[in-house]
């Protein structure tokens, strides 16, 4: 009996990814042995597990740093909750829907669950985070930067090696369409005198960008292409005597949260107030109660100043009173003595 799965980032606006499962042994989480991969960092690498039994399905929290819940009821882990048709599961701000009893339209892959991950950390970083456009205290011109720094950090960017000279440029994450070569019409000219009528024309797919049109000379010696017409990181293309390497910070990312086993932040919050901006929030935390210790420590640096500056005012009034009685003393020990005398 197949478990079909409606995903749901925290990210707004709210875009649900789909995938199908059929299967005894369900494991959900971050790392690449997940059968449902979530990429975030707030994700634990094997969160939680859905199991058969029977006609029935349980769910159990694999004892994750930032709990499961099911619908609002937080999960004891490595206690059994039996899953119903229709119930959603919240993990880390994600929204989980599971439907039961239906048809596999395809057999599921290791390949479809990872290309579906990419597809959602893609989503996830393909518009500018949420502080940019709800922070109205913002200037325009902080909201301008802060968007340019944040397509630079999540747009491919394509270096360029021709002898000793190395460029490199950005694709903006908006583009969809991008053409490179020798041909004066491509968007990327490359100089080679030797080398003529030579075009790649790459289209943005949901798994990144892809080779879906070449124009070849009809002896490309001097020219080698990947294996795939899929542009992963690293992936570097030949062109006579110059080199083309893409760079690809989504594939870095998902192999960064894929690999890596303690990665997640340990956070804690209700599945209805969670962001992913929470990921911060430990930090954040440390920072202010670093600051309160730090003013706390001040006022009583203050305080002993001014218990210190009070005992010196104390300690002067009595040497000052001291000298006062004693003079005093002198004075009346001189009268009696001229009174006897």
């Not at 989480?29 to 707030?42: A, E, F």
């Not at 893609?122 to 205290?137: C, D, H, M, P, W």
Request: charged share 25%.
């Amino acid at each position: 009996m197949a478990i079909h799965f409606e995903i749901t980032p925290p990210q707004e606006p709210k875009k649900s990814f789909h995938l199908s499962l059929d299967m005894d042994k369900i494991l959900i989480g971050r790392g690449s042995s997940c059968d449902v991969i979530l990429p975030s960092p707030i994700v634990s690498y094997h969160h939680a597990t859905i199991e058969a039994h029977g006609p029935f399905f349980t769910i159990i929290d694999n004892k994750s740093k930032n709990g499961t819940y099911l619908g609002d009821i937080k999960l004891t882990p490595g206690k059994r909750y039996q899953l119903k048709n229709h119930d959603c599961i919240r993990i880390c701000g994600f929204e989980i829907k599971v439907e039961l009893s239906v048809v596999m339209d395809e057999p599921f892959s290791a390949e479809k669950s990872s290309n579906l991950a990419r597809e959602i950390l893609l989503y996830q970083n393909s518009s500018i985070n949420s502080e940019n456009e709800t922070g109205s205290q913002e200037s325009s011109d902080s909201k301008d930067r802060n968007a340019i720094n944040h397509q630079h950090k999540w747009s491919v960017s394509i270096e360029i090696i021709s002898g000793n000279r190395t460029t490199e440029f950005y694709v903006p994450v908006t583009k969809k369409t991008f053409s490179m070569g020798t041909t004066p019409d491509c968007d990327y000219v490359i100089s080679e005198k030797k080398i003529s009528n030579v075009k790649l024309e790459m289209n943005m797919t949901p798994l990144g960008w892809k080779i879906v049109k070449k124009l070849l000379p009809s002896n490309p010696l001097h020219i080698s292409l990947p294996p795939s017409e899929r542009l992963k990181d690293g992936t570097a293309i030949v062109i006579g005597k110059t080199k083309i390497v893409f760079h690809d910070p989504i594939d870095r990312e998902l192999t960064r949260l894929l690999t890596a086993k303690s990665l997640e932040e340990n956070i804690r919050t209700s599945p209805q107030n969670f962001t992913t901006h929470e990921v911060n929030h430990k930090e954040h935390k440390e920072e202010n109660d670093a600051k309160k210790k730090s003013e706390t420590q001040n006022l009583k640096n203050d305080s002993h100043t001014v218990v210190g500056n009070n005992f010196e005012y104390i300690s002067e009034f009595r040497i000052i009173a001291t000298l006062i009685g004693i003079v005093a003393f002198l004075i009346s020990l001189g009268i009696l003595i001229f009174i006897l005398w």
